[in-house]
Structures are given as C-alpha cells and as structure tokens.
C-alpha cells in the first residue's frame, strides 16, 4: 500500500508508514526497486486514491515503467478506471467497496479490458458501496462481473480466513487471484482450488514465497536499508 508517497503497512487501527529498525521511513522507490527485481507483478493499493478520491497519478506511473502493476486507485466509476490504465497499469482493480455498482462496472468494460474486479469480503458477505449492487453474496457478485465480460477477479478476504470452497468455485469460471490472511504454508491449498495465484500483503521482513510456487506473488519484503544511506 502507498500513501502520501510513503510506503504504508496495516497498523493495530489504521494503515502506518514503514519505517527501519530506526525509525526512518523507507524510500518508496527503494522498497518498488527491490520489488520489481524479484517479482514480475505489483499489487498496489494507494490508500490516497481509496480513501479521497486522490489517486496518486505520478507515482503509480513511475512504479509502472518497470514492473507489471495492477493498481487499486480507489475507482468508483468507469473514467476513474481509465485514469488508473493511463499510468501504464496492467490492470485497473474495481472493487466491490467503492464502484458505483455494475452500471459503471459495464462502462468501464466497454472502455477497456484490462480491467479486474475486486470482491471484499468480511463475515462471509461481500462489502459494497452501494445499494446498487442486486447482491452481498460473494460468488453471486464474481459471476455477475464475469456475466459482463471481466475474466479477472480477486477475492479479498478481510479479516475473515479464506474460504477456500469459494475459492475454488469462482476459479472454475476463470482466473482467480486469492488476497487474505494466508501465508506460505497454505501453498498447496492455494494450488487445489485452481486460482491463478495469491496476493500477499507486505508485511515487515516476515513474508518469503517457496521455492517452484504457482503463486503470484504480488507483494514482498521489504528491502534492508544499505549502510550508506542516510
């Protein structure tokens, strides 16, 4: 997640700057460039854009230049959608938490198809933004997306552990990429429902991915900061 140009970690309350065993914040482009030699994908969430509607355009540009990036801007209707694909995005994320509804999710289709459609999940029900929304039910919501021609759809699991039976039902119907409170020892779990891989959410030094996963890891460590830098 970024914010503010900083990169940011999920807090006790609320999201909170990364910061070194000393206390200083890490440099955003030092952590991205640790990430795109490692990894071939980037799950970016700026919070600037989920939170105000403020989408930080610069920087998701310059993350884009050298690493594919799927970018989660905060897109409530379809021109907010092309605003994300401006900055070089591989694909824009529609989420269920802030998209007007499918009116704006067939918009945005119909502008581009390079697009993925978030489903949040908390307490077994889908988080949605709207009244607009004909449904709550999670594997209800991936099939209308897909209904309307997106093929990608990420399944968020927030504070809830995965379903991995509903995991594996959306998957049947196309590419499906896993986000929640999992990590490496779930490998082979991730790998019986057919999704095309997990998201992991930075976290401090503690995330590292086993060797030949089918994952997709779209989130890594956090580089240590070099001796010279001040």
């Known amino acids: 997640m970024i914010r503010g140009g900083h990169v940011v970690l999920p807090g006790s309350t609320q999201p909170e700057i990364a910061r070194?065993?000393?206390?200083?914040?890490?440099?955003?482009?030092?952590v991205l460039d640790s990430l795109a030699a490692r990894y071939g994908q980037l799950y970016v969430v700026d919070l600037d854009g989920v939170e105000r509607e403020d989408p930080q355009l610069?920087?998701?540009?310059?993350?884009?230049?050298?690493?594919?990036?799927?970018?989660d801007a905060g897109v409530r209707n379809a021109d907010q959608a092309i605003d994300a694909l401006v900055t070089g995005a591989t694909r824009a994320i529609l989420s269920s938490t802030v998209l007007e509804g499918p009116t704006e999710l067939e918009k945005a289709w119909r502008l581009s198809q390079n697009l993925a459609f978030e489903v949040s999940i908390r307490?077994?029900?889908?988080?949605?933004?709207?009244?607009?929304w004909p449904t709550r039910d999670p594997l209800g919501l991936a099939e209308l997306a897909r209904a309307l021609g997106l093929?990608?759809?990420?399944?968020?699991f927030r504070d809830d552990p995965v379903d991995w039976e509903l995991a594996r039902k959306v998957a049947l119907h196309g590419p499906t990429w896993i986000a929640g409170t999992f990590d490496a020892r779930d490998h082979s779990r991730l790998a019986e429902t057919g999704a095309a891989g997990g998201i992991f959410h930075l976290s401090g030094n503690l995330l590292t991915t086993p060797e030949g996963s089918r994952w997709s890891s779209l989130s890594i460590p956090l580089p240590e900061r070099r001796d010279d830098e001040t």
């Open 20 to 30: 070194d065993p000393e206390g200083r914040p890490y440099e955003l482009f030092d």
């Open 58 to 71: 610069d920087y998701l540009q310059e993350i884009a230049r050298d690493v594919e990036v799927w970018v």
């Open 123 to 132: 307490s077994g029900q889908a988080e949605t933004s709207k009244a607009a």
């Open 151 to 156: 093929r990608d759809v990420v399944l968020s």
